[in-house]
């Protein structure tokens, strides 16, 4: 008989704190109760708060800012900003990127978003098709599939005018947060329509990036499928 798995006092309250983060009551940008005040609330010392904080900040659920207190995390965030977005020139130079929407629409879910998402076939769904533009460059064509129930406002005008990364959108306007992803990468070449929002010959060599996001008590929010021209950029990966 297996006996009880064992679980340290401050993961128990990072396990707490993320019940209240999944719940909504600290949104994106807001500050969190001090470490006294959380200390009171769970009957726990000051110092396992901080560390369950710490934890929580190493995965980029929290954010500390000297002399202001503990946030929540946005995407807006220095180091989360490109969290998510892992091509880098090879340079080494971030570079400015425009985003340009090819189509959006209300569709339904086929058998694979659906198998992807957890949602039934047939359920209400979101497609966004888009460009990324780096320095005046396409570098990445892809398709983001979003569940239908979760992102009703969304519309092509709204992604069209947001400013900044699809992922802000989401917090700051359906409550969605994305926290990690899974993602499948393999060589492929480039078909007709890629090769022509690329600005590349048919055939030519590209990265296709599969991945999945997943928004608190791992629920799956997004499945992506982006084409990635590596010329002059390279694919980052941290590994430990």
């Known amino acids: 008989m297996r006996s009880p798995k064992f ?7 990072r396990d707490l704190l993320l019940d209240s983060l999944q719940a909504g009551e600290w949104r994106p940008g807001q500050p969190i109760p001090s470490e006294m005040e959380l200390a009171d609330r769970f009957h726990v010392s000051q110092g396992t708060v901080r560390k369950a904080i710490d934890a929580l900040a190493a995965d ?11 946030f929540v995390a946005t995407h807006g965030e220095p180091q989360v900003r490109f969290r998510f977005l892992r091509l880098t020139p090879d340079t080494g130079q971030p570079a400015a990127v425009e985003r340009q929407l090819l189509d959006f629409r209300r569709t339904r879910a086929g058998t694979e978003l659906a198998r ?6 047939g359920d209400p769904a979101v497609m966004i098709k888009r460009v990324l533009i780096f320095a005046g460059d396409p ?23 947001h400013r900044g990364a699809l992922y802000n959108l989401f917090e700051t306007q359906f409550g969605t947060r994305m926290v990690r992803a899974e993602e499948r990468i393999k060589a492929a070449l480039a078909d007709a ?8 010959p048919l055939s030519h060599p590209l990265l296709l990036v599969e991945r999945v996001s997943f928004s608190y008590a791992d629920q799956p929010v997004e499945w992506r499928r982006g084409f990635y021209k590596t010329d002059c950029h390279f694919y980052r990966s941290e590994l430990g």
């Not at 929290?62 to 202001?68: A, N, S, T």
């Not at 992807?116 to 076939?121: D, E, F, H, S």
């Not at 329509?193 to 590349?200: K, M, N, Q, S, Y």
Request: glycine share 8%.
């Open 139 to 161: 570098v990445v064509v892809e398709e983001v599939w979003l569940p239908g129930h979760l992102f009703k406002g969304l519309t092509a005008a709204s992604v069209t005018e």
């Open 7 to 13: 679980s340290p006092l401050y993961r128990q309250i």
């Open 60 to 70: 980029n659920l929290l954010v500390r800012r000297q002399g202001k207190g503990t």
């Open 193 to 200: 329509p890629t090769a022509e929002c690329l600005r590349v």
């Open 116 to 121: 992807q998402l957890l949602i039934k076939a």
